[in-house]
């Protein structure tokens, strides 16, 4: 039978959309050209995903599974005989369990949908980024999302309870355990989790919740130098008393050139220095909160640690703070050919190597428009940004970085994965031997590569 | 050459005990019998850990990895034959990193050690349970053990940064990462993290760690019915604001038999309730940390759903407290063929759970020496402990609750593991799916079944 009869037998012949017609959407946020696949189906339930994916095992179909396609990794790239698997028909979910603190959510809901859910119960999803409108809770934990809640919440696998997942010859693994402790066997979750749609295809999770602060206080810090950043963040670790959910860095030419694209050059701050801090604290009592906050901020301006602060004295300042760090129009436009690195390394390797790139990038590739450096310092992440006037020198650049990541031990891909843009990078972050065996496990769960063939590994 | 030569040139022949001088001590803290194997090795490094697997993997030896011999699961029983691989020599470990707020430690370090030296830093590590004095890293990270901090610091996997590990043929993962967010591939070291050595050896991990807090208050409180207790669990997380450390749930008869048996009877609340909570909350405040805990108490207390409640006024008070909760020792003879099972529930089920055991005890075993359950409410975590006068019936007795777990959807191991003991109830937890891709990946990481062989799976 042909293929696209039986793949419309089992998802029915509305919900498989064949290439022609895919064709008039991009593949993907970030890269506008046209879908390519034999087809896309929607199925509806895990035991359509099931039967999918056991006859594509069987017939010698690549599958590869798409949420929101907002990834940045090329996760969701097909070949042409490809049969993309889109998950948005399972975004059904439950109203937010008040006594166990979970929800249970199908892999297709969109991230601000759950996260408005659980809101209304008054509860949290820890999970936040900037896609949220149209990233899929599956996208978001195939590829591990990690955020600007990651200090406080964790990263996406941190969310996770129980986990419902399709395996390449259809075999459903369903282990939807609400509780926070389990240890009968193999952790199967944490495999599927990050392993962007290689190993089997969620369809399903029991999510942990939190309560959801009612109070947020905001500031800006400078700092003249990076020790004194850490020594800022353990005290307001400490001091904030767990409330501290973001503690978002800013190197300074990055933060001056957002303060002139977007608030006339007029920054919040009195005098320029190195390093900028934007943190929040979200709390639960308001009436002593911002008193709090305020007392703790003041306490490290007093320890010398912090050379200036602001603290943001209503929702309005506090978005104007938020959009310095958040805002990246005029940078794109800067960067022309935009290069960007999503990277972790350890916090005492980060000045030295910010310096590094800087130099080398002076010494070899003097053509480069400029350096950007900001990220999530508690989460040990940064996100470097560059750009050249014309591309030919863009794989130089990217080596010369990714060495530069590998020699003080970090990582090639903090939150955003590996898919097949940084596939052939891997090896600057990981051992031969832990690559041979991810290949191992890759064989053992999908011996015929059916699943998102040639995304991590070659 | 003969084995012991081989494994000697290996690890020095004064780290290697052998068989004859190993029947001198117990198997385990909990199996006073003589401990078999071939010989037992104390590696000093992970290249001799390396050497070891290596030898043992080409030459068909099993290897029985131990550390503290704490576990209750018979996770280190060998055959005769086996070769036990000792982590003690790999105990060292560095100074906590006050700015990274991690650790880097051997798997062969003694819990309590790796507490007392974060806490002297100011900082905690996140893990604790009774057997802190002679429990291992290793052991604790191979069974991903829980105990009294998961519901605020989460189970021993979420400790976890970096991992080092060595495979059944020699080969050794080193991913000693101290960052939080890094997607590079999949996750391996979750695979590690509780497959009980039956894949892999730990040598060494990076953890993260927690500012230590200041204050503590500790109190107890009674409840007239189940969905109280958890409508307070509630309001505790959201009012403690995030200082919420302990949950304790004791069903009456417990918390009854503990105040006759340490307390002469009287019990620290006036009237008899169904369910009894001691609750702690730790928290960076002296100035205010009483007061708020105070008033969060008095607020349950009037909203109907504590009945009544005492706050410890001192250190001995608390103490107190927490004994009824923590000692054993009047149970341990009342039980004499003492049955414990070590769950976890869904907390809309445990109540109906609860009231179902009891029936079904009394129903079909009706020699049964009475029923405690207690536990930690915040994970779903429940101890359910019972006795039989004689041991005839204790198989039945295991396959009456084994069975009434599995119909509630609940975990037959919370946070013990699997070992010997509970391999052959795995199947009332796990479907025949799961446990075939535990088969798989076991298969794929060790061909030979050299580590650990028949632990978890037969």
Chains 1, 2 share one sequence.
């Not at 943001?312 to 104007?320: P, V």
């Amino acid at each position: 039978m042909n293929a696209l009869t039986s793949l419309a037998d089992i998802v029915g012949s509305r919900h498989l959309i064949e290439a022609e017609a895919l064709r008039e959407r991009p593949q993907d946020f970030w890269n506008n050209v046209p879908t390519r696949a034999l087809a896309l189906v929607r199925p509806a339930s895990v035991e359509e995903v099931s039967a999918v994916l056991a006859w594509c095992n069987r017939n010698g179909s690549p599958v590869v599974p798409e949420g929101g396609r907002t990834n940045l990794i090329q996760g969701t790239a097909a070949s042409p005989e490809a049969v993309l698997l889109s998950t948005e028909r399972l975004n059904q979910f439950d109203a937010p369990d008040l006594g166990a603190m979970t929800v249970q959510a199908g892999s297709g809901v969109v991230l601000q949908a759950l996260q408005e859910s659980c809101h209304a119960a008054g509860l949290r999803f820890g999970l936040d980024f900037g896609a949220r409108g149209s990233a899929t809770l599956g996208g978001a934990l195939s590829t591990n999302a990690g955020g600007f809640q990651a200090l406080r919440y964790g990263v996406a696998r941190d969310q996770v309870r129980g986990l419902e997942v399709v395996l390449a010859d259809g075999t459903v693994l369903s282990h939807l355990t609400p509780y926070a402790k389990d240890n009968t066997g193999y952790d199967l979750k944490h495999l599927f989790i990050g392993s962007e749609g290689t190993l089997g295809v969620i369809t399903r999770a029991i999510l942990r919740l939190h309560p959801a602060p009612v109070t947020a206080n905001t500031a800006l810090l400078s700092f003249t130098d990076f020790d004194a950043v850490t020594r800022t963040l353990s005290r307001l670790r400490r001091d904030l008393q767990g409330t501290l959910s973001s503690f978002e860095i800013m190197w300074r030419e990055f933060f001056e050139f957002n303060v002139d694209a977007l608030c006339g050059g007029r920054s919040p701050l009195s005098e320029s220095c190195p390093f900028y801090v934007l943190c929040e604290a979200e709390g639960f009592a308001p009436d002593m909160d911002d008193a709090r906050f305020e007392a703790v901020i003041m306490q490290a301006l007093d320890a010398g640690d912090v050379k200036d602060a602001v603290i943001a004295q209503s929702a309005r300042q506090r978005d104007e703070l938020w959009r310095i760090r958040e805002d990246f129009e005029a940078e794109q436009e800067l960067f022309r050919v935009m290069i960007d690195f999503d990277i972790s390394l350890p916090l005492s390797a980060m000045d030295a190597f910010s310096r590094e790139v800087d130099e080398a990038l002076n010494t070899h590739i003097p053509e480069f428009l400029g350096l950007h450096i900001l990220g999530h310092l508690g989460d040990g992440n940064l996100h470097v940004t560059t750009g050249l006037p014309t591309p030919e020198r863009s794989d130089d650049l990217k080596a010369l970085v990714y060495g530069l990541i590998a020699k003080h031990g970090g990582s090639i891909s903090a939150e955003h994965g590996i898919g097949l843009n940084k596939r052939d990078y891997l090896g600057y972050s990981r051992s031969p031997e832990e690559i041979a065996t991810m290949r191992l496990l890759k064989k053992a769960l999908d011996p015929k590569n059916t699943l998102n063939p040639g995304k991590i590994l070659q």
